[in-house]
């Protein structure tokens, strides 16, 4: 059946109370209805009830043992109906009730028997919220709970449960709500397993068990330019450790900003979200070095592990398998065969293209600054050195892929992404970040999208904690209007690089994506908390702000992206216009300027994507020349392009009748089959 087009659907942010009857299906057939009959008698008698249907603000969707009630308020709304109904249920033993509450998009829609109907993220995952309830339950979906941590009155009834593995593998971070008078205080028995739940428990409460942190390695050579030898074995220890399924290990991007300050260590797992801290420091000293590791739990400061290793540099691959073999031993970990080959295994032979690799991964950190391009060079020099070094044709492909994927290169550097990546996985097909770029070039330039996703599924299978893998494939699940699916995919990754920026803000531009504005906004005030010169986080922030009506913060944070990317001066025109002449004017002569720039840039022969073009055109109210660019960027391979179908910013084009026609070619990118990268 052909999916809805995303330009079509009419998304706004419902409170969703799901309520059914455990056991339904046991009870007679006239057991069945007299029960529903009560539970619809008492539903309609609460007051939130009858106050959001007197104003007509209230959707109900009946199915055969419950039901969901949609209020359009406030998120207070379903709470305060779900306690009315658990003290009425206090009188009606016979009826065993669950219930759970989620706030989230939802949509009307034209059922198959032509009956109006409701739909979208909101029901769905409300549903999901109260399957993992047992009778009596409240249970909460944590962005709910969130918004209720903001008044005092609810927060003596908000108990943590830590998540729960709900439909297609998502988790959902649950809150039980309950007092003495209402709610059901046990754990639901989703919950009991206490295996099961060690690995559930992430965000919301204690860490698990099998969960670990590598801090930065202290560099203790005399030449302090050995730095990016630490941070190298640090990284490829961290990277072994990822492949083994029953450990949580917290990506490097995170555990960078602890380099600092290693002596709080409880602190530190508290806001890594894992049990156990790997210390260690790295001493190289021409073809000798010394590697000094400690495992510490972090909640009792002890010492599980320690040792030091004095090695040849040429068995710097053996000492990083002992180290990851080791934690996994500590940790009770259990591993495969597969895992065990893979912290196991040595992608070089050649110690000095090693030293280059991780000059080059040192480097990869500064993401297209200036002298970026000597990330290419290490790599380059590192293949020369060994044609078989899987690792570095992977980190060639990267180096074009996402520059391409994010128009910063153009697209005629495309098919060298391909050539090294096809070159990568001839030689070893196991190494998971090569999938990675595989989805890339699969997603944007040959806009492949089954390939694309079998690539992130091989991907995560070879690396179950590889956050980038799970972040990029929310980014592309929300291009096809997946949002709950794409927004799992990106918790995800936060679990396992909480405080890595990229995430961060894309996070927050995906749920801006699909309409979400009130936890977009929240999303990127937190990332801006914690990164206050992010111009990306910025510029998000107030194309969100524009979208809520907030004109005066929408050009705060414009001016403030303008800053932060070398702009003051159209930062400067942008307030200045908009304290004399209002918010439009000064979205007028700012696009103004920002054309000028562009047709001087083409004048030079710059390249810079279509996109620019469209945005400026829509901000000069020129919808002629902004479809004349649209066409262009649909042809694009980027990223801009694959965003058009939910791009909010598009939204004063999508009447026009010539967009769905132009976008139309966008649609079929999941549906094509060329060769595939991988094939």
Known sequence: MASESASDVKLEIGHVLFVDIVGYSKLLIHEQAEQLEKLRKIARATEQFRAAEAQ????????????????????????????????ALKIHPELRVRMGIHSGPV???????????????????????????????ILLSKRVA????????????????????????????????????????????KFKDDEAHEKRVEAGGTAPRKSIAVLPFENLSEDK????????????????LSRIGDLKVISRTSTQRFRSSPDNIREIAKQLGVANILEGSVRKAGNRVRVHVQLI?????????????????VDIFAVEAEIAANIAEALQAKLTGAERRAIASRPTQNTEAHELYLRGKHLWRNFYAPGYERVREYFEQAVALDASYAPAYTGLSLYYSWAAANAIFPPDVWPLAEEYVRKSLSLDDTWPET???????????????????????????????????????????????????????????????????GTNVHYGTLLFFSRQYDRAAAQLAKTLDLYPDNPAAHEYFGDVCEKKGMLHEAITQWSAALRLTGQPEFS???????????????????????????????????????????????????????????????????????????NPILDPLRSDPRFEKIIAPLGNAQHTHHRSTSS
């Open 56 to 87: 007509g603000s209230l959707l109900r969707l009946p199915t055969g043992d419950g039901g969901a009630l949609v209020f359009r308020t406030s998120p207070e709304e379903p709470v305060m109906c779900a306690l009315e109904i658990s003290k």
């Open 107 to 137: 949509r009307d829609v034209t059922d198959l028997n032509e009956q109006a109907n409701i739909a979208g993220a909101g029901i769905n995952i409300a549903q999901r919220v109260m399957d993992c309830a047992d009778a009596g339950h």
């Open 146 to 189: 969130d918004d209720l941590e903001q008044y005092g009155r609810w927060r003596p009834l908000l108990h943590e449960l830590g998540t729960c593995e709900v439909k297609h593998g998502a988790t959902l971070t649950l809150v039980n709500l309950y007092s003495d008078e209402i709610g059901n205080p046990e754990c639901p028995n």
């Open 225 to 240: 330019a050995n730095a990016y030898f630490a941070d190298g074995i640090q990284e490829e220890v961290l990277t072994r």
């Open 297 to 313: 739990d972090a909640e009792s400061d002890a010492h599980l592990w320690a040792e030091r290793y004095d090695r040849d540099l």
């Open 435 to 501: 999938y990675n770029s595989v989805a890339a070039v699969e997603i944007y330039y040959k806009r492949n999208w089954a390939a694309a996703e079998s690539a992130f599924h091989r991907g995560m299978e070879l690396d179950p904690n590889f956050a980038d893998l799970h972040s990029h494939y929310g980014m592309c699940l929300s291009y096809l209007g997946r949002f709950e699916e794409a927004i799992a995919q990106k918790e995800r990754a936060l679990q396992l690089d909480p405080f890595f920026p």
């Open 572 to 646: 400067k025109i942008l307030e200045q216009t908009f304290a004399a002449s209002g918010f439009d004017a000064a979205i007028r002569v700012l696009a103004e300027k920002q054309l000028q720039a562009l047709n001087e840039k083409s004048t030079r022969g710059e390249y810079f994507p279509a996109w620019d073009y469209v945005t400026v055109y829509l901000r000069l109210n020129n919808h002629e020349q902004a479809f004349a660019w649209l066409t262009k960027a649909v042809e694009e391979p980027n990223w801009f392009a694959l965003q058009l179908k939910v």
